[in-house]
């Protein structure tokens, strides 16, 4: 069985930068749908981005202008370079893959990715 692990959190203060990578191992990322969640305490996990294996990328409302979903073929590395950061940006955030391409509101949806990340934390302080 493959794995993903993230790389690249930590505390940083607002209006700084983060770029968090996510290894494959096991998997083919091209042919992939690639995802980042986070999960902040007592919030549901939510989909920050994605990236399908035609190229198309998705940004959620709240990080669009700020945050930007990349993948390296030749590395196996999907990538979330995050810029602006905010307070509220402030969660655990994951890598995940599915093994097929997703719609885009299946892309939305955790239960739709069949492998995911150990989660890597991002704080962001004012």
């Known amino acids: 069985q493959g794995q993903l692990v993230e790389s690249g959190g930590g505390l940083v203060q607002a209006g700084g930068s983060l770029r968090l990578s996510c290894a494959a191992s096991?998997?083919?990322?091209?042919?992939?749908?690639m995802g980042w969640f986070r999960q902040a305490p007592g919030k549901e996990r939510e989909l920050v981005a994605a990236?399908?294996?035609?190229?198309?990328?998705y940004h959620a409302v709240s990080v669009k202008g700020r945050f930007t979903i990349s993948r390296d073929n030749a590395k196996n590395t999907v990538y979330l370079q995050m810029n602006s950061l905010k307070v509220e940006d402030t969660a655990v955030y994951y890598c995940?893959?599915?093994?097929?391409?997703?719609?885009?509101?299946?892309?939305?949806?955790?239960?739709?990715?069949?492998?995911w990340g150990q989660g890597t934390q991002v704080t962001v302080s004012s």
């Open positions: 995940a893959a599915a093994a097929r391409p997703l719609s885009s509101r299946s892309a939305t949806i955790p239960n739709s990715y069949d492998y």
């Open positions: 096991g998997h083919t990322v091209s042919t992939y749908t």
């Open positions: 990236s399908w294996s035609s190229g198309v990328t």
